[in-house]
């Protein structure tokens, strides 16, 4: 079952809000006696890319629940990116050695089946009350808390950098594959000052300037944070090429080293400029969904 994109958090008593996790969706199934098998959103097989989360906290009792897989990054924050290592891995041996090294735990959100019972007609608040009396709370099995205020999960998941909430109807069924209205989500988007490096043409062009590489001032120096290509195009593509034109540099001035992929074709350009950047959640090394916002002209990169 999928969420469908809210504008408004419902404020109705009838609704309860999760936290939105950046990780990757999955299925536990333990049919009763048998090995608990992991699956993801498109039905493929994970078991053996996840061995710290393949082994029901209820052992052999027959099981079936909806969840997250999540993986923190080095700031504490639930980071997608993480987990790319780790999702498609099919050897056993590999999986387990990144399990040491990138542990994950599975936030279990939903549970559709108990003891041979198939609870999805059940409204959600039923089956949220079950999920709550199993005691699945194990190292690396977590069941989420659930919390009547959406307004104060929306601001304070913000505050802090996470993705976004879910919000869901009492009443909800669980109709699997279906993108419903009863599950609302609400992404956040986040606003950065960052200083623009470089920048990208249009692809087949040599000078319609199509993204900024930008970075942020770190007592190290400026640190490569990501490529903007959202938001640049028409005029605001002519008003840009104007700006950096002027500062054409031979080297990068970023501090770390920016990937290939993103300084191939790249014009450098003096850290000088400094722009608005909206992203979606705060904390990670690169820019998610970055979306150009405007130049400031009230603020200089030492400022920052």
Known sequence: MLATPGRHVPTDPGWSHEVKWDGVRVLADTPRGEATRLTSRNENAVTVAWPELNRSPLGERDLLVDGEVIALNDRGLPDFRVLQDRMHVRKAATAAALADR?????????LLRLDG???????????????????????TWQVPAAYDDGAMLHEATLAQGLEGIVSKRHTSRYAPGERSPHWLKFAHRHRGTFVVGGWRPQEGTSDRLAALLVGEMTEDGLMYRGRVGSGISGAVSRRLTE????????????????????????????????VDVDTHGL????????????????VSPEEL
Request: no cysteine; glycine share 8%; hydrophobic share 35%.
């Open 102 to 110: 990138l542990p994950a735990t599975y936030m279990v959100f939903d």
């Open 283 to 298: 904390g990670y090394d690169r820019l998610r969904q970055p979306s150009f916002q405007g130049v400031r002209t009230d």
């Open 117 to 139: 019972r198939d609870l999805t007609s059940l409204p959600l608040g039923e089956r949220r009350r079950m999920l709550g009396e199993l005691g699945l709370e194990h190292t």
């Open 243 to 274: 700006l950096v034109t002027p500062l054409a540099r031979t080297t990068s001035p970023f501090a770390d080293e920016v990937p290939r992929v993103d300084a191939r074709g790249t014009s450098w350009v003096e850290p000088v400029l400094v």
